[in-house]
């Protein structure tokens, strides 16, 4: 199979099929130069499923619309944008660049797509890693009383990892990071500055508390991405909406801002992170980084959830400049993390959970690296024996 490039493809077997690992097993996938080698060949796989996808972008290529658009060839789906609610008299557009990614779609996928990997009977070669240094080889078929015993050493295993978690966690306050229940993700690019209010309606009406954002203003002299919010002890008026800005927390990689937004009406606290060393087209240098910023994303997230006003949902809005590389990255992490939190035995399936955001915004996780960050950070989170998750200090913190 040839694409476009002239790559050549050569899919000795179906690829969905080689995907899905355990926790305990991203380590070596990740560290196997042979396995490096196939993860390219996953992500160039996308290539072939996204060639079959048949969803329409009509909204984003209508006239009034494509001023909207930061590049014309990245426009959102149209079965699953976000659409703005316009008062009737309003001859505005209900368009903006930003689609609603669900994870649920993975669970209903799941649930009928059972990878080959799953028979312990047929299992050639497998890794026990109960204690640090002792590795066991299985070189046969696995008997029944084989099997058995395999389960509850894994079982051990992953319950030791388990309660490891769980001690570091306490220990830093970030024991909520496995309970914001059906969370949805809006998926957006970065702002114009003709969009910068429809952004802020999109925030306002689906009470979206938490802004993701993984861009700088400027990279390399570019513009990624207007300035949507006031300085410290500011406020700006976007359309009907009122934002102050409240206070700036700084820490290692990132910073946090503390928003009032308000109509004649109502008033909400809106949080939004920035994660300031992600380079376009590439990954962060420290996955420790970005795993803290997940981490105290959803911390904030789970503290929302349980305030009198709460919203009825947990939206996470997420962006970049594009609103598909750096987020769909994001995206796909936090969806897995959260997986790996949610049993013990869960399965962890990069290749399918890219499949489920591209089905829902073109595009997401735009190249190979990004693609190996994914499993490099992942392997990162799962190994906090020897790799504690790095809690970054807060460097200061400005208030209006």
Request: proline share 2%; net charge negative; glycine share 4%.
């Given at each position: 199979m040839i694409e476009n490039s002239g790559d050549v493809l050569r899919l000795l077997q179906p690829v969905p099929g080689r995907t899905c690992l355990r926790p305990h097993d991203i380590?070596?996938?990740?560290?196997?130069?042979?396995?490096?080698?196939?993860?390219?060949?996953?992500?160039?796989?996308?290539?072939?499923?996204?060639?079959?996808?048949?969803?329409?972008?009509?909204?984003?290529?209508?006239?009034?619309?494509?001023?909207?658009?930061?590049?014309?060839?990245?426009?959102?789906?149209?079965h699953t944008r976000v659409i703005l609610r316009r008062r009737k008299e309003s001859n505005e557009s209900d368009y903006i660049n930003a689609n609603y990614i669900r994870p649920s779609k993975l669970i209903?996928?799941?649930?009928?797509?059972?990878s080959s990997n799953e028979s312990l009977s047929s299992v050639n070669s497998l890794v026990l890693r109960d204690e640090p240094q002792k590795i066991i080889l299985v070189t046969k078929p696995l008997t029944a009383d084989d099997a058995m015993s395999q389960l509850r050493q894994e079982n051990k295993f992953l319950v030791k990892k388990v309660r490891m978690r769980i001690e570091l966690n306490e220990k830093n306050g970030l024991l909520s990071r496995n309970v914001v229940k059906d969370?949805?993700?809006?998926?957006?690019?970065?702002?114009?500055?003709?969009?910068?209010?429809?952004?802020?309606?999109?925030?306002?009406?689906?009470?979206?508390?938490?802004?993701?954002?993984?861009?700088?203003?400027?990279?390399?002299?570019?513009?990624?991405c207007e300035r949507y919010w006031p300085e410290p002890g500011h406020e700006e008026r976007y359309d009907e909406l009122t934002v102050k800005s409240v206070a700036e927390t700084f820490y290692e990689d990132y910073l946090m801002r503390e928003l009032d937004v308000s109509n004649k009406t109502h008033r909400r606290r809106v949080y939004q992170y920035q994660f300031l060393s992600w380079p376009d087209q590439c990954s962060p240098p420290d996955p420790d980084g970005v795993l803290a910023f997940i981490e105290d994303i959803n911390r904030r997230m789970y503290n929302v959830s349980q305030e009198k006003n709460a919203p009825e949902q947990n939206i996470l809005c997420v962006h970049c400049s594009a609103g598909v590389g750096r987020t769909g990255t994001f995206i796909v992490l936090d969806i897995l993390i959260d997986k790996m939190m949610s049993g013990l035995n869960c399965e962890i399936d990069v290749h399918k959970t890219v499949k489920l955001v591209r089905a829902q915004r073109p595009g997401m996780v735009?190249?190979?690296?990004?693609?190996?960050?994914?499993?490099?950070?992942?392997?990162?989170?799962?190994?906090i024996d020897t790799n504690k998750l790095k809690i970054r200090k807060k460097v200061y913190t400005s208030e209006a």
């Open positions: 380590e070596q996938n990740v560290q196997n130069p042979e396995s490096i080698c196939g993860i390219d060949k996953e992500f160039l796989s996308l290539k072939i499923v996204d060639d079959t996808h048949d969803y329409s972008t009509l909204e984003g290529m209508k006239t009034e619309n494509v001023k909207k658009n930061r590049y014309r060839n990245i426009l959102p789906y149209d209903d996928s799941n649930d009928s797509d059972k969370k949805i993700y809006i998926a957006t690019q970065g702002c114009l500055s003709n969009t910068v209010n429809d952004f802020w309606q999109m925030i306002w009406q689906e009470d979206v508390r938490v802004i993701s954002m993984v861009t700088n203003e400027v990279e390399k002299g570019k513009k990624k735009q190249n190979k690296i990004q693609y190996r960050f994914i499993y490099l950070a992942l392997q990162h989170y799962s190994d």
